[in-house]
């Protein structure tokens, strides 16, 4: 069999195909997105996207998007985690015991309640994987169980205050080290804000300008020149204009930072890695993965190790918000996570699915929450609205996928 | 005799894709009617179409069936009418009993309770027609796929069949089961019940019909009497051209031996005192191909699965040489580590990620090589895809076509890719051309004789003697758990062999 052609070293621009890759079930969900977005800055007369309702939305939702990151790996292995509330009230519990009544520095509190919620993970991965218990089963026990585990610790009241540095994490921003500037009529915005924006953008153009290239240079198919630089435009506006926003109000929060680092980590590893791709063949076909040589209990072991830990940083920040552990702390987020990830398309049988997906997905619910309570609309139409889009989502994805099988 | 189903201009039409074009099938009263095709030449469409699964509407043309036009809106309507279609893969409860999967949906009830008495009385009744002699109540997964496929038939008749169609009835029933269908197939025909059967397996097709529609790229090519047709004559129809030679040839180069297998035993997960595989020994040399014959239940894909890492099994015993040293290969990734690889044989179950591209499946095995460090390099794995769909002739526009959508044919590429993609020097084959059409047979048979030019041994496991007989260079039978011949080329013959896989334990 012959192998090796030689590569045509296609002049970039000129090699574009014919098809704009515009696929209905991933990009559906961006489109809602927007469209919610705008509904609700509508309604609520432009008070949605005012600068200090968006850092509220972020840092209100950070912990619950962070919990969906962990999900929807979870999901796509074709497993669920129903504990995911419970252990962020436990590991939010064991951090405020570390440091508010044992006194440890921080950084030692927040290394130790991550080890904690990886062994978390790790007792439940066990039976899903090695065990063969239905992560189901696990992880309603692991939900009662927990939620118990974290009464005994917390000895049934409230613990807190906590120190400074965890209390920013959740709540706090970035300082103006290089000062403000003013902006016309949007008023004074902090230059560190906006130099992060602009770099963000920088950084996006470039990485897609070189995967561009790279396909070119392959002779794979890409779209057209012009609805590239049309993509990327779209996206720098969005980028900026949030940037901007934040830049007004108080700088960047910390949590979005963290946010932004782990939604980019995740994503590699999700679409890049051996470990991302066996997740995706381990819920595609869990039988085939055996057969190709996959080992899946240690994969499946594996994604509910790094749910536990990112539980245990949700928990963390959760804590640090309220600056308080509480024992009701955390209740309902799985379920939270859970409609992040299949609003943001992910598939029940598993196999398929997208961290960003995901964290569109709590945003969209984000939004909801924000904009509804925004024109004082009562928390039961909200509950009713956000049951109706998971609904709506999942019906759409199964619609659309039945409409291209036949 | 009189017409019972006329089917004339039959046209169907998917988003970009002309499945069926101007389709004309008619089916006498009380005959048993072939219909003959490769993959995607559109007899499951058709069949389709005239079940009601696409309803009236959907497609163009008429459908006549006992001298009335019908435009059925659902399946209901068509089984109304009399028309029952058995799928390949059969619809059946497995926990549910033999009784009740035979009445299910069209239950023996009085103003909605079940009346037991008359559901097991009226079961045993059909299944004494249909010559299956299992107790109406046992769980249908306590049976064979053999007696499955009979229950599928005494369904059909308590609904009152009158055109009974079979889609691919024998694929996965070993000689015995298929010479009983067949005899009851004839039966139900002195009966008055006519059946359409579609089959790839073209030595029952001349054997049972009375009359063979060839449908060729959604086309009527031919109607022929099947009386004095040869299963040469009927593929020369499918494949429109004359397939002088239904292997490629082969001059074989042997060499040393590769892998040797000692003593291996292997005893049932399910059933701890059940012997699979026992004691056997088999030897496989460097450019060889190699056959394993056995009848349903010889234990064979148990012998192959069970090598490859334990996949299947408890206790096993036995040794494993590779290259005269031995080996010990307790996982899949130790099998796949010494160069051993197995293509299964139910692709769709255990081959692929259909859900995934052809791109991801061809690099799920070998993924490691196209990695640094944990992180895949996408645009060396697009370009290795692209270049096993080139060698493969994998009919697809691109790589990241989803596999779920592939023929048979071409998804099974897809599958030797992979395995290819690992570079082994022992290729194991499961069925690799199972379902799938005559043409692309044949290029699966070239792709495994090129594999043997590259110095790779490749044991190939069949239920198709014919395939065995034309393919390998030396041929095992297998017969419970036990290999009791071994045959070379110039002396294997389908008698022999089966005299082998028939034979009993001593």
């Known amino acids: ?406 | 005799m009189t017409e019972l189903l006329g089917m004339r201009g039959i046209t169907k039409t998917f988003p970009g894709v002309k499945a069926l074009s101007d389709v004309t099938l008619s089916v006498r009263q009380g005959e048993i009617h072939a219909i003959c095709g490769e993959n995607g030449a559109g007899k499951s469409t058709l069949m389709k179409v005239l079940s009601g699964v696409y309803p009236h509407g959907t497609y163009d043309g008429e459908i006549t069936f006992d001298g009335q036009r019908c435009e059925f809106g659902s399946v209901r309507d068509s089984e109304r009418r009399g028309i029952v279609i058995i799928h390949q893969e059969l619809a059946l409860c497995g926990q549910l009993s033999i009784a009740e999967n035979i009445f299910l949906g069209n239950e023996r009830q009085q103003r909605g309770w079940i009346d037991w008495n008359r559901t097991n009385h009226e079961a045993d009744a059909l299944l004494k027609r249909v010559g299956l002699a299992e107790n109406a109540t046992r769980a249908v997964q306590e049976i064979g796929v053999g007696k499955q496929q009979l229950v599928e038939i005494a369904k059909a008749l308590s609904k009152d069949v009158k055109l009974l169609i079979l889609d691919e009835p024998t694929a996965a029933l070993n000689d015995d089961d298929s010479a009983h269908l067949l005899d009851l197939l004839r039966g139900l025909r002195d009966e008055g019940v006519t059946c359409v059967i579609i089959s790839h397996k073209l030595g029952e097709v001349t054997a049972i019909a009375d009359t063979v529609t060839i449908l060729r790229d959604g086309k009527t090519i031919e109607t022929l009497d099947a009386a004095g047709l040869t299963e040469e004559r009927i593929i020369t129809g499918m494949v429109g051209r004359d397939l002088e030679h239904r292997f490629p040839p082969r001059e074989p180069e042997i060499g040393e031996e590769v892998l040797r297998i000692e003593d291996w035993t292997v005893y049932s997960p399910n059933q701890a005192d059940w012997l699979v595989v026992d004691r056997a020994n088999l030897t496989l040399r460097r450019g060889e191909i190699v056959g394993l014959a056995g009848l349903m239940g010889a234990g064979r894909t148990e012998l192959a699965m069970s090598v490859f890492g334990r996949s299947y099994g408890k206790n096993i015993s036995g040794r494993i040489f590779k290259h005269g040293k031995e080996i010990d290969v307790r996982s899949v990734r130790d099998a796949v580590d010494h160069g051993i690889a197995y293509a299964t044989e139910d692709r769709k179950r255990y081959g692929l990620n259909l859900i995934e591209d052809i791109q991801r499946n061809v690099s799920a095995a070998g993924l490691d090589k196209l990695a640094k460090r944990g992180w895949v390099d996408e645009h060396a794995e697009h370009d290795t895809a692209n270049r096993y769909r080139r060698d493969l002739r994998i009919k697809a526009p691109t790589v990241n076509s989803v596999t779920g959508k592939l023929s048979g044919g071409n998804q099974q590429k897809v599958v030797l890719a992979k395995w290819i993609f690992t570079d082994p020097d022992v290729l194991i084959l499961d069925e690799p051309t199972r379902g799938i059409d005559v043409g692309a047979k044949f290029e699966i048979y070239t792709i495994i004789n090129e594999l043997a030019a590259q110095g790779k041994a490749v044991l190939v496991i069949s239920s198709e003697l014919p395939e065995l007989l034309g393919l390998c260079d030396r041929i095992y039978a297998l017969s419970a758990g036990r290999i009791t011949g071994e045959a070379q080329r110039e002396d294997a013959t389908q008698e022999l062999l089966m005299q082998y896989m028939t034979k009993e334990r001593e």
């Open chain 1, 1 to 406: 069999m012959t192998t090796t052609e030689a590569r045509p070293a296609a002049p970039p621009g000129e090699r574009s195909s014919r098809r704009i890759s515009i696929n209905p079930r991933q990009s559906g969900i961006y489109v809602a997105f927007a469209l919610i977005v705008v509904l609700f800055e509508v309604l609520t007369g432009g008070a949605l996207l005012e600068p200090q309702n968006i850092s509220n939305i972020i840092v209100q939702n950070s912990y619950v998007l962070i919990l969906a990151i962990g999900m929807i790996l979870v999901i796509i292995s074709g497993h669920i985690d129903l504990s995911a509330g419970s252990v962020v009230a436990m590991t939010g519990a064991v951090s405020a015991v570390l440091m508010v009544n044992w006194h440890l520095p921080w950084f030692w509190a927040v290394l130790i309640t991550v080890a904690v919620g990886a062994v978390i993970g790790a007792w439940q991965g066990y039976w899903v994987a090695y065990f063969g218990i239905p992560a189901f089963i696990v992880t309603l026990a692991g939900m009662l169980a927990f939620r118990a585990l974290t009464l005994t610790v917390l000895g049934n009241q409230g613990i807190g205050p906590f120190p400074d540095t965890i209390r920013t994490l959740s709540n706090g921003f970035l300082d103006g080290y290089l000062g403000n500037v003013g902006l016309g009529p949007l008023g004074g915005a902090d230059v560190v804000t906006l130099l992060a924006g602009v770099a963000a953008v920088a950084g996006i153009a470039f990485t897609q300008w070189r995967k561009r290239s790279a396909r070119l240079g392959y002779g794979q198919d890409v779209d057209p020149f012009a609805i590239f630089v049309l993509k990327i435009a779209g996206v720098a506006v969005v980028v900026l204009a949030l940037v901007v926003q934040l830049a007004r109000f108080k700088n960047l929060p910390w949590v979005l930072i963290l946010l932004t680092a782990l939604v980019l980590g995740y994503s590699l590893v999700a679409g890049k890695s051996v470990f991302g791709r066996h997740i995706y063949a381990v819920g595609g076909n869990l039988q085939a993965a055996t057969l190709s040589g996959v080992k899946v209990k240690s994969v499946t072991f594996w994604i509910f190790v790094n749910m536990g830990v990112l539980a245990a940083l949700a928990g963390i920040i959760f804590a640090g918000r309220l600056n308080q552990a509480g024992p009701t702390a955390g209740v309902n987020f799985e379920l939270d996570a859970i409609a992040a990830a299949f609003i943001g398309g992910a598939a029940v049988q598993g196999g398929v699915g997208k961290v960003v997906g995901a964290i569109t997905g709590g945003l969209i619910m984000a939004v909801i929450n924000n904009g509804m309570s925004l024109i004082g609309a009562p928390s039961e139409r909200v509950m009713l609205v956000k049951g109706v889009v998971l609904l709506a989502a999942v019906a759409y994805d199964i619609w659309t996928k039945r409409r291209a099988a036949s």
